[in-house]
């Protein structure tokens, strides 16, 4: 008889690598845990690193998914029920799709879960609920934060627009930045379209910060930024904000 095969999934999100860590080390170890409490063997681990939980596209997910509905895979142990998604719907669409094609899924924070138990299920299915209305509370409180952080001026956070760097706890112009972000100003006021600027700031050996070619796309998104670099004016949802120390052109 072919070896049931047993395999561990985790996922862990850019926010909660920069909480805890080490996310995926932790959910491994519960999942080795449970595995060793029920006498299990777990073969092989499907790792989405940086991921939300709301997102249906995800490498290693898919993968597993292929694998289970091509009867490489018989079994799954995941550490929580809101590492496969912070998304009910998504969950209970997974969760369907395993059960249906005979995958077994082990959920090792509910050691005794019993998929064919109907009080199981309902548990299950508030612990999701509660995962997703978590998810929602979290977005929330980000964007107040950073609503409140743009009413005082101060940039909302995540990656700084082309032109700034971080200095610590400061927003600081960068030089070399600020030198191709007015030079696109610049052209764009004698009549120079999108792609006429991106192709002259690559003839003239200028990269993006990514080290990649300027595109005309990339350019409209510094134009579309006018009033930030030209006035020091901030926007982030219903928040707008000022720092004159901002403005570059």
């Known amino acids: 008889m072919e070896k049931c095969r047993i395999v561990g999934y985790c996922r862990v999100s ?25 006498q299990l063997s777990v073969d092989e681990f499907y790792v989405d690193e940086a991921k939300s939980g709301i997102s249906e596209d995800r490498r290693a997910l898919r993968r597993l998914v292929k694998d289970c509905k091509t009867g490489k895979v018989n079994a799954i142990i995941v550490a929580s029920l809101d590492r496969l998604s912070r998304d009910l719907r998504f969950t209970e669409n997974l969760l369907y799709d395993f059960q249906r094609i005979g995958v077994k899924v082990f959920i090792a924070d509910m050691p005794h879960y019993d998929g064919n138990n109907r009080k199981d299920v309902l548990i299950r299915q508030i612990k999701e609920a509660i995962a997703e209305e978590n998810r929602k509370e979290i977005i929330e409180r980000l964007k107040k934060g950073r609503e409140e952080r743009v009413r005082k001026g101060r940039m909302a956070g995540g990656t700084l627009p082309y032109g700034y760097v971080r200095n610590g706890k400061e927003i600081k112009t960068n030089l070399q930045e600020v030198e191709i972000v007015k030079l696109i100003f610049a052209s764009a006021s004698n009549g120079k379209s999108g792609q006429e600027i991106s192709h002259h700031l690559n003839e003239m050996g200028y990269l993006r910060r990514n080290k990649a070619p300027w595109t005309q796309r990339q350019v409209w998104a510094i134009l579309n930024r006018k009033d930030l670099y030209c006035r020091g004016s901030l926007k982030y949802g219903e928040a707008i904000g000022l720092d004159l120390n901002l403005i570059i052109v």
């Open 14 to 38: 850019t926010l909660e690598q920069k909480k805890k860590g080490h996310g995926i080390d932790i959910q491994m170890r519960d999942i080795g845990n449970y595995a060793s409490l029920f």
